[in-house]
Structure formats: structure tokens, C-alpha cells
């Protein structure tokens, strides 16, 4: 199996611990993000127990949260919740406007069978950190390349990709 976006199961939340690695990363790192198991979403790979969560954006005084170009994510790997901190890079592209007027754009032209211009996604990262940067039987090359496989799935919004059209991401990762 491999990694797909789903909304986390209550399940998952009592297996994996997910309230608290939430509310413990948001503490460490004066998040505003507040969990609900309505709304957290994970690329998981479900086979492997490995999973990706994002937890919120870290901002500088007076950054808007959601144009925060850093931010925290859990990757889950062994059994390990290890802290990610990416840095969004500016080459990163994403339509401008509202992602609803995007969104009934594309559905007012798929309406009216004509084509509409594919809206390109381009997703940068860099790697800030990751804490621990190794764990038993895995070294960083191998952490990096399963953040860099989840990434690529999670695309632009993850589980959100579907529901607003989003579609075939390009995530390239500078590591």
C-alpha cells in the first residue's frame, strides 16, 4: 500500500495518540491551531504505519497564519513522532484569488464541457529540521525520503486536493 489523504478515524486518534501530539506541538511552538478529530487530516500509509500530519503554521509578530512560509508537520515512522519544520519556499506557485473562484471556475467550464486551463501547483520545501534526525534501524537519508514520498501525495492540500479540483501537484523537495 501507499500513501493517500484521509481525514483522520477516531481510531487513529486513539491509536496514534493524535489529540496529544497535537496540543503538544502546538504548545511547543506557540501554534494558534486548535485540534478537532472533525478536522485533522493524515497521508498515511496505512501497510507501513507511517503517517504525515500537519499541525499549523510557525509565524514571526504579525505574520498571517496562513501565508506563514514555515511550518510544523509529525511524521510518524516505527512507532517515532518525529517534529518536521519545513520552510514553504517562495518558488512555490498557487493561484492567485480566492480558491473558490478558482474552484467554480473549473466547474462552470467542465458545466459547459468546455476545457479549462489547468492551474499549475507547484509545492518548494526545505527542510528547517527534524527532531529526532534519526531513529533505530532508519538514518536521515531514509527519514528524508519517506517526508519527500508523503509530501509528494499531500501535494498542494492534502485530503483537500479532491474536493477543490486540485490536481497533479508538482512538490519538489531541496534536500
Not at 15 to 20: Q, R
Not at 59 to 77: F, I, Q
Not at 137 to 150: G, H, M, R, T, V
Not at 166 to 173: S, Y
Request: hydrophobic share 40%; with cysteine.
Amino acid at each position: 500500500m501507499a500513501f493517500v489523504n484521509e481525514y483522520a478515524t477516531q481510531e487513529d486518534v486513539n491509536k496514534f495518540g493524535l489529540e496529544e501530539l497535537f496540543e503538544k506541538s502546538r504548545k511547543a511552538y506557540g501554534l494558534g491551531r486548535v485540534f478537532s478529530v472533525l478536522d485533522v487530516d493524515l497521508t498515511i500509509d496505512r501497510e507501513r504505519e507511517i503517517f504525515l500530519m500537519y499541525i499549523d503554521n510557525e509565524l514571526a509578530d504579525g505574520e498571517d497564519r496562513m501565508k506563514g512560509p514555515k511550518s510544523v508537520w509529525t511524521l510518524h515512522y516505527q512507532g517515532v513522532n518525529i517534529v518536521v519544520r519545513l520552510w514553504h519556499s517562495a518558488e512555490s506557485i498557487a493561484p492567485s484569488g480566492p480558491y473558490i473562484e478558482v474552484i467554480n471556475k473549473k466547474k462552470r467550464a467542465i458545466e459547459e464541457g468546455k476545457e479549462f486551463n489547468h492551474i499549475v501547483y507547484k509545492e518548494v520545501w526545505d527542510l528547517i529540521s527534524m527532531s529526532p534526525e534519526y531513529i533505530k534501524d532508519a538514518n536521515e537519508d531514509e527519514l528524508k525520503n519517506i517526508l519527500k514520498e508523503a509530501l509528494t501525495v499531500y501535494g498542494h492540500y492534502g485530503v483537500l486536493n479532491e474536493p477543490l479540483l486540485i490536481e497533479n501537484t508538482i512538490v519538489k523537495c531541496n534536500w
